[in-house]
């Protein structure tokens, strides 16, 4: 009985290997154990319904400066509206500002600051 004849008897659709049958969720490489178990629901896999299939996994290493502005001038930081504010490192009033949403989305943004003198960041959480 392969793996699709289980979980078409046991579960509400049909996947592939790489998927739970039961629930869908992405299934870990198998191990040295004779099932692989889905981390979500606990569902279970003959390690044997495995044989065959190739994992590939393939890491590029960029070089730093094609991957990252040259200076902070070319970057997004400077390029935002001014406001009045004064810079903690040299004193200049008028900070750059861009805001991101770094945490959950039912909390407040993240205001990043960027000194227009001396290109000093600093951020604040609103």
């Not at 790489?18 to 889905?38: E, I």
């Not at 606990?42 to 590939?56: A, C, H, L, P």
Request: net charge negative; glycine share 8%.
């Amino acid at each position: 009985m392969s793996v699709m004849d289980v979980a078409s008897t046991c579960s509400s659709f049909q996947s592939d290997l790489d998927f739970c049958s039961d629930c869908g969720s992405v299934l870990p490489l198998p191990g040295a154990q004779d099932t692989v178990t889905c981390t979500r629901c606990g569902f279970n896999i003959n390690v044997r319904d495995f044989e065959g299939k190739v994992v590939k996994t393939s890491v590029v290493f960029h070089q730093l400066g094609t991957a990252m502005p040259m200076s902070v001038e070319e970057g997004p930081e400077c390029q935002g509206p001014v406001v009045d504010r004064r810079c903690p490192r040299c004193g200049h009033e008028g900070m750059a500002y861009h805001t991101r949403q770094m945490r959950s989305a039912d909390e407040g943004q993240t205001v990043f600051y960027t000194c227009t003198n001396c290109k000093f960041q600093e951020k604040e959480d609103s």
